[in-house]
């Protein structure tokens, strides 16, 4: 009897010692397994992988010539949208605008209703905005504007064109036509604003100005001068001729194009 209880005694123990054997083996097969599909995922080639890296090797080799405006978006996009996909997002805001110089000029709630355009989106494209803005004022400052007629236009439609409500600026100017400042004077409604040509010259008298160009934008898109226009420009060009200031030109800025009074024979 003792010698049957050694027995079975025995034969528990290596069943133990067996059955620990196999799930320790088992659970070391799993886990290999489980190590090569994590590996074998990770080394899934995803469509959109060196994207980024292709796509601004193309603007450097090229120097951007080629490249869509949704390209230039997307390059755009990269710091804002760290590791999404920016292309769907770019053709998105594309298509809602019409060009990346509708874009950066686009009011800043209305990047906002873009399906996938967030706050940061939105005030990130903006603060491009403002430094093209900057650079291209910081370039008129370096020489006689009527010299660079080309990026004065430029720079009022970069500024202006895309405003939902209508702006009076004025580019103070000195002796030599150098621009000293740009500011804007007054915003008024969709189709109107509120001009005082007192105030206008009041302030060319504090910064010393010569000489000022008029410009304002039409919401509408088109920079036909309205008779009210006109008038308003006669009014104010007789109160600063009279402090010996001149009015060189009045520019009507809109999307589709601009207008000047000195081209149209108006001033």
Not at 31 to 49: A, D, E, M, R, V
Not at 92 to 121: N, T
Request: proline fraction near 3%; charge should be positive; aromatic fraction near 8%.
């Amino acid at each position: 009897m003792k010698k049957n209880r050694n027995k079975n005694a025995f034969a528990e123990s290596g069943s133990f010692s067996l059955s620990a054997d196999f799930n320790a083996k088992e659970s070391e097969l799993n886990y290999q397994i489980n190590k090569k599909l994590s590996s074998k995922k990770s080394t899934i080639i995803s469509p959109h992988k060196g994207h980024r890296d292709r796509l601004r090797n193309r603007y450097f080799e090229t120097h951007g010539i080629g490249l869509a405006d949704y390209e230039y978006l997307e390059l755009l996009l990269f710091r804002s949208i760290p590791r999404a996909d920016t292309k769907p997002l770019a053709k998105a805001l594309i298509k809602r605008f019409g060009s990346l110089a509708d874009v950066l000029g686009a009011d800043y709630f209305l990047l906002l209703e873009v399906e996938g355009c967030g706050e940061a989106v939105a005030k990130d494209l903006k603060i491009i905005a403002g430094i093209a803005e900057r650079v291209n004022r910081s370039e008129l400052r370096k020489r006689d504007v009527f010299s660079s007629w080309d990026k004065v236009i430029a720079y009022c439609k970069a500024a202006m064109a895309h405003e939902t409500r209508e702006q009076f600026r004025i580019l103070f100017l000195d002796k030599k036509n150098g621009l000293i400042a740009d500011e804007i004077q007054q915003t008024g409604t969709v189709d109107h604003t509120p001009v005082y040509p007192r105030e206008v010259v009041r302030r060319a008298i504090q910064l010393s100005a010569s000489a000022i160009i008029l410009v304002h934008n039409h919401p509408s898109g088109d920079p036909t001068p309205s008779q009210e226009d006109i008038s308003m420009t006669h009014r104010l060009k007789d109160v600063a001729n009279a402090l010996g200031i001149a009015i060189h030109d009045h520019i009507i800025i809109a999307r589709n194009g601009y207008s000047s009074f000195r081209s149209l024979k108006l001033i």
